[in-house]
């Protein structure tokens, strides 16, 4: 696709004309429910965890902590990697007293997401080998916190685990890194940049998300919509 090898000319054409959000609203979407399926299988060893000291009685709950972990990726996607950066764009760039509508930063936004769902993809695709290899720790009530914190911290301790968290921080800031080579082409010309300018508007927030996946993958927690 040009947009991820030739990304000026995709948006100089593209914003020659009128936009469309059909085309980058359907890649937020995508990119949500790919969030959503990873998040459900990350939850599992979690929702193994409490179920376990919840008892059998609680086993159908525990299938809908499982669907809202999925829901609330879905939604963490759509509106904190699509609206709200993109919200993030449009707020720096006034400072460079950049023009356009935040209809066209959030089409900038949406065709910059195909890189972290790419990203997002193997990720799902590890945690399916990795996840059911996680050793959950048995706790048989929820009356002691100690052990229900220690368990916890066991279970984000646990090797498989762990090297899961890693791989996917690592791929994560990778393909974050080349969709902010395609936003910052993207909001040159969506708010009508210098090229100087749209790298310091993508740079900030791109840089402190990085900043946030190298700190969490270091603790070992991972984060949600992360790819």
């Known amino acids: 696709m040009e947009v991820l090898i030739r990304p000026d000319a995709f948006f100089s054409r593209i914003f020659a004309g009128e936009v469309s959000l059909k085309v980058p609203g359907l890649i937020a979407i995508v990119g949500a429910i790919v969030t959503a399926i990873s998040a459900y299988v990350i939850s599992g060893p979690t929702v193994k965890l409490i179920s376990g000291a919840a008892g059998s009685s609680a086993s159908g709950a525990m299938g809908l902590i499982g669907a809202f972990g999925a829901i609330g990726g879905f939604f963490a996607f759509l509106i904190g990697y699509w609206i709200i950066i993109a919200g993030i764009f449009h707020v720096i760039s006034v400072i460079f007293k950049g023009k356009g509508s935040f209809h066209r930063t959030l089409t900038a936004g949406g065709y910059g997401l195909i890189p972290i769902i790419i990203g997002g993809i193997i990720s ?83 840089v402190l998300l990085i900043v946030y996946i190298v700190v969490t993958t270091v603790f070992g927690v991972g984060i949600p919509g992360a790819a």
Not at 137 to 164: C, G, H, N, W
Not at 170 to 179: K, N
């Open 124 to 206: 799902a695709l590890l945690a399916l080998y990795y996840i059911p290899l996680v050793k959950v720790p048995v706790i048989s009530s929820f009356s002691d916190p100690t052990a229900v914190t220690r368990a916890i911290a066991q279970l984000y301790a646990d090797p498989a685990m762990r090297e899961f968290t890693q791989i996917s921080g690592i791929i994560s800031i990778i393909f974050l890194i080349w969709s902010a080579n395609i936003w910052i082409f993207g909001i040159k010309h969506a708010r009508e940049l210098s090229i100087r300018n749209a790298v310091i508007t993508v740079g900030i927030p791109v």
